[in-house]
């Protein structure tokens, strides 16, 4: 621990004061219960703006994201769940201990990214709503956990019910997941005015996090004996970030404010703070006051993806400060809402009038071409336009959805700001009793409908105006393409309610954004490029399932993105390389419970031709004339003949492959490609078992290898190395089995390796690290004591065989699972016998001991060197037992 005679004077007499401010409380004060000493707190904003599909409800790949599927799954892999599975290491890189960052982070995850990590991996998910419970338990009923405003929009641009309603549902959101109500809230952006504040006061919001520079003046709060105090100017950032404030609002209320350090904040995300755990504690050991307070706040805050994504590894240098550098210098982690609970404001503050943490301009940045997120020659005089016409959209929203809601709804802006409820649950049940409940009365199915198409067009219109679409230099970047999307989304369902066509004056209104891409011109190129081809229908979703009923055994219901697909008829039938599917199906939205009885056909030609053809449900007899028809002209033969014969009973309109949904159509295209793909590695096999000698020899003799034999090998080796991986995974268990092909994957990476090959495995990496997983937890919980020398030396060569083959295995889930076993299960039992042994030290460890115990002092040996090979620090233990 750095002593006080180390550090610079200030810092010094600063914690001289505190550590006698606790020498005379005797440390009678216990710091989690009364303010004294240092605390800090570490705010990550965890957001990922909405990108899924208005129309399928999913993210669809984004390849700007390779290797992983979309951002949203990148950014988890290198920022959300190491955060929960945070590694402090040893000097040799082993891991000592497994820490979840957010037991100690003051956080929030924005609504849609925690729904998101909700479905995409429930581990975390669970880990997350686990800190916030421990936090809780630490910090007298304080979680670290705040809300956000739903979707990030600017609440300073919003007009007053999408205030509400955003704030409303930003709580609402928190309950479902947390199961308690929010204490503080974060601003998008923390953009913030005094209307904003009004609402979040109203709404029982009790505090915010803001930027020093956001604040204007502050005073002492005014007593009896000081009626008056004098205000202090702090606009230029000059406000102590140390202590909270109190910002006074009409009619009696107020809410506190919090400001975080902004230099240490700035140069967490900018610099080089989180280098390391010293640098890092240093940094925040400089911000102490050095006066003669009790207490002092040092608050950072930055956007959550800092920590391991925009700076690699950062969540580790997080742990260790958390559980040891903290507490070397008798800092307390705290969160705001605890730190509140203990020490109540005593300085008041005025706000600037209108500003945000990005955007030295107030708002600017999401109206205006303020210069903000630009650069270079592109210009962002499109902001204003953009921001025009879609306040213009949602005001005629409104109005659609005043005059038609009234229909459906005792109070419709009620039922909007309690339609949260159907957002976080979409079971039929609660979408129900939601109906009941706001229902003017009992409402028809079709009334249902419609009144759920005009709360999702109320969704839309909101989250068109998340701030990601203002935030860069170009509105046809995907940001400014996704919230379009949403306006478009929203056009097409007042038009489906109240038959309102506003479309064109919208179009219209985006012809005055201009884009700094010549191609688009406009706003409304933008729209008609990326925004209308975008647009699904009932038919597109039909031929989706149409197209891929040839290659996936579908059930008679099935989901099918976010429909309902109910199989009321299917027959396939093929002649010669034609193959012909006919079917009646019934589409319903899980979202508007619109639905959609359609009738297709699909003609696949061989190869990547396909045709289909879809229409509406005419009648039993129609469709049994049109299938008996279909199947009757296939039996010719011809293609010609059964395209014509689909055209003259469909019509022109047609669809192919191209049409289908990326994710599908890539898995067709790889279908279809596979068999040209085994004659190829068959050839290439021949060649390289035909040329293996001659092979040898250019090696042997260290000459240049021709290339053509250098690929055969290669694509020889990779086809029979991932064969071999593919029938490892398939063994349930049986060792001699996986023995057999580990020992022949070994055999390859040899060979592999004498021939200089580069294997191209891409499933192979996936395949061996959840092979290793699951081999692990067999291990650990279905310990077969007869068979684990075995189990443990098969599962080393695992590891082994990665390295070989150069695939950068990752023994991330491995030690995760390993860490916990080790601290539920190995350690304890390995305490209990090294006690035994210490006691029988004259008659030896005793079989009675022996046979309760689990596992034996060998085999917990055993165990102990697993940990070792999965670097995991278990070296004192092993010691021990030797």
Known sequence: MTSAAELPASQANAMNTIAKVQDNAGIADDPLKTAAGVYVTVHGHFYQPPRENPYLDTIERQPSASPFHDWNERIHHECYRPNAFARVLNTQGEVIEIVNNYEYLSFNIGPTLMSWLKRYDLEVYQRIIEADHKSRLRLNGHGNAIAQVYNHMILPLANERDKYTQIRWGKADFRSHFGRDPEGMWLAETAVDYATLEVLATEGIKFIILAPSQAERTRVISTEDNQDPQWHEVGGCQIDPTRPYRCFLTDGKYIDVFFYD????????????????????????????????????????????????????????????????????????????????????????????????????????WQDDCGCGGGGEWHQKWRRPLRDALDWLRDELIKVYEDTGSHFFSDPWRARDEYIRVVCDRSPVNVENFLDLHGSNRLAPSEQIDALRLLEMQRHAMLMYTSCGWFFEEISRPEGTQILRYAARALELAGEVAGVQLEEEFIRRLDLAPSNVEYFKTGAGVYRHLVVSAQISF????????????????????????????????????????????????????????????????????????????????????????????????????????????????????????????????????????????????????????????????????????????????????????????????????????????????????????????????????????????????????????????????????????????????????????????????????????????????????????????????????????????????????????
């Open 539 to 882: 038919e597109q979703v039909a031929a989706h399932y149409a197209i891929s009923s040839l290659f996936t055994n579908y059930q008679q219901q099935q989901r099918v993105y976010c429909y309902e697909a109910h199989q009321l008829d299917y027959q396939q039938q093929q002649m010669g390389s034609l193959r012909l599917a006919v079917g009646q199906l019934r589409l319903v939205s899980e979202i508007t419970w619109e639905s959609s009885e359609l009738v297709f056909a699909v003609l696949h030609l061989g190869g990547w031709d396909f045709h289909c053809c879809i229409q509406p449900f005419a009648g039993r007899r129609a469709y049994s004339q049109l299938k008996d028809k279909l199947f009757n002209t296939l039996k010719q033969a011809s293609a010609a003949h059964s395209i014509l014969a689909m055209a003259q009973l469909f019509g022109d309109s047609s669809f192919s492959l191209q049409d289908l949904f990326s994710e599908e159509r890539h898995r067709i295209m790889q279908l279809l490609s596979q068999e040209t793909l085994t004659r190829l590695d068959q050839l290439y096999t021949q060649v390289y078992r035909d040329n293996y000698g001659v092979l040898m020899a250019f090696h042997r003799d260290k000459l240049p290898v021709p290339k053509e034999l250098q690929v055969a090998a290669e694509i020889s080796l990779s086809n029979r190395c991932l064969n071999a991986i593919k029938a490892l995974e398939q063994e349930s268990g049986e060792i001699e089995n996986s023995l057999h092909y580990l020992a022949e994957l070994e055999a390859i990476a040899t060979e592999a390796n004498h021939l200089q090959c580069k294997l191209s495995l891409p499933e192979g990496k996936q395949i061996l690290e959840n092979l290793m997983l699951r081999s692990l937890w067999q291990l650990l919980h279905e310990t077969d004591k007869d068979t684990l020398e075995e189990d443990i030396q098969c599962l080393g060569r695992v590891v082994a065989l990665g390295e070989k083959l150069e695939l950068g295995l990752s023994c991330d889930r491995c030690q995760e699972l390993y860490s916990s076993f080790l601290q539920t299960h190995i350690l304890p039992q390995s305490r209990q016998l090294i006690s035994d042994l210490a006691i029988s030290n004259h008659n030896g460890f005793t079989e009675a001991t022996a046979l309760e115990a689990k596992w034996d002092i060998t085999q917990l040996h055993l165990l102990l060197q697993l940990g070792d090979k999965l670097a995991v620090d278990v070296g004192l233990l092993v010691e021990q037992f030797k």
């Open 262 to 365: 902004g230099p240490i904040s700035r140069d967490m995300g900018f610099s080089d703070a989180l280098k390391d755990s010293e640098n890092f504690v240093g940094r925040l050991g400089l911000a102490i006051r050095g006066d003669h307070r009790p207490s002092q706040l040092i608050s950072v805050a930055t956007d959550g993806e800092t920590f391991g994504h925009h700076k690699g590894s950062t969540e580790k240098c997080l742990a260790y400060v958390f559980t040891q550098k903290f507490a070397q210098r008798h800092w307390t982690v705290t969160n705001f809402a605890h730190y509140l609970s203990i020490n109540q404001p005593t300085w008041e503050v005025v706000l600037k009038p209108v500003t945000a943490w990005s955007c030295s301009h107030g708002v600017d940045r």
